[in-house]
T-cell receptor
Framework: LAKTTQPISMDSYEGQEVNITCSHNNIATNDYITWYQQFPSQGPRFIIQGYKTKVTNEVASLFIPADRKSSTLSLPRVSLSDTAVYYC???????????FGKGTRLSVIA | DVKVTQSSRYLVKRTGEKVFLECVQD?????MFWYRQDPGLGLRLIYFSYDVKMKEKGDIPEGYSVSREKKERFSLILESASTNQTSMYLCASGLSPLHFGNGTRLTVT
């Protein structure tokens, strides 16, 4: 399973765009990149998944360069309610359980 | 919406007790998982199951067992609880994406 590296924590002001980058140098051909969000006292919640280029949904965008060795989760105009831990996972989602790392703790400040 | 329900939000047990953590999902998922989450360690996979009566060890199965008698229910069993099993336990179903319950915070005293 591809190992991921992401910052331990980030701070942002309300209304700013936040970009969280994840490195996954040994990503395999069949691997997808998946991001989850976890609020305190709750289980993680799926945000977005992609294989290459760009994926956008109502919550976030995911940018994946051509070499796929990294990816960036972009949260537009964050609010206080976006304060959470964000996990980047890499793996073949149809095959094996994905491995959660320690995530990035995002703190949004008013 | 997928619902994954964990039977207890908080649980306090004594050392040596047998503990059952129950998880039920309502989406007919074949795959179910048990994780534990500890500060600084993230989520670690204990056991998972791809089908009824099937189970696979995850990264940290020692001290735990599981039961999957029905598709919708996946139970985590601590045969003899110890203080180092004090943790947040999270159940999930599906695969891509995973759907999590809200967790059971277990304290073993």
């Amino acid at each position: 399973l591809a190992k991921t590296t992401q910052p331990i924590s980030m701070d942002s002001y309300e209304g700013q765009e936040v970009n969280i980058t994840c490195s996954h140098n040994n990503i395999a051909t069949n691997d997808y990149i998946t991001w989850y969000q976890q609020f305190p006292s709750q289980g993680p919640r799926f945000i977005i998944q992609g294989y290459k280029t760009k994926v956008t949904n109502e919550v976030a965008s995911l940018f994946i360069p051509a070499d796929r060795k990294s990816s960036t989760l972009s949260l537009p105009r964050v609010s206080l309610s976006d304060t959470a831990v964000y996990y980047c996972l890499v793996g073949d989602p149809g095959n094996t359980p994905l491995v959660f790392g320690k995530g990035t703790r995002l703190s949004v400040i008013a | 919406d997928v619902k994954v329900t964990q039977s207890s939000r908080y649980l306090v047990k004594r050392t040596g007790e047998k503990v059952f953590l129950e998880c039920v999902q309502d989406m007919d998922h074949e795959n179910m998982f048990w994780y534990r989450q500890d500060p600084g360690l993230g989520l670690r996979l204990i056991y998972f199951s791809y089908d009824v009566k099937m189970k696979e060890k995850g990264d940290i199965p020692e001290g735990y067992s599981v039961s999957r008698e029905k598709k919708e229910r996946f139970s985590l069993i601590l045969e003899s609880a110890s203080t180092n099993q004090t943790s947040m336990y999270l159940c999930a179903s599906g695969l891509s994406p995973l759907h999590f319950g809200n967790g059971t915070r277990l304290t073993v005293t």
